[in-house]
Nanobody
């Protein structure tokens, strides 16, 4: 499985960005896909997941009400719409394929994209 993340950039606080993660390869082996982020000097943290078939979603508290994760069946992609961005959202955002276990642990994910940088200025 190959994951290619895109859509990051520089935005002012209160602005929006839409991240996309194109998936290829044996994608049907995975049912749940997630976004994580890693700020400078911090550990990688969970942001959100989406189940490909049911479209059920789950969010970290920091993302609830501001971020929306979805999947695009036509493009085989996972998107993360981020609104009302804050400086503390600045991080490299990674998409990943969930292989089992809890959603919050990086070890529960089998494949990772290369990351896309989001910078939110105050």
């Amino acid at each position: 499985v190959q994951l290619q993340a895109s859509g990051g950039g520089l935005v002012q606080a209160g602005g929006s960005l839409r991240l996309s993660c194109a998936a290829s390869g044996r994608t049907r082996s995975f049912h749940t896909w997630g976004w994580f982020r890693q700020a400078p000097g911090k550990e990688r943290e969970f942001v959100a997941t989406v189940n490909w078939s049911s479209r059920n979603t789950y969010y970290a508290d920091s993302a609830k009400g501001r971020f929306t994760i979805s999947r695009d069946g036509a493009k085989v992609a996972i998107t993360l719409q981020m609104n009302n961005l804050r400086p503390e959202d600045t991080a490299v955002y990674y998409c990943a394929a969930h292989r089992g276990g809890d959603y919050f642990t990086t070890g529960s994910y089998a494949y990772w994209g290369q990351g896309t940088l989001v910078t939110v200025s105050s």
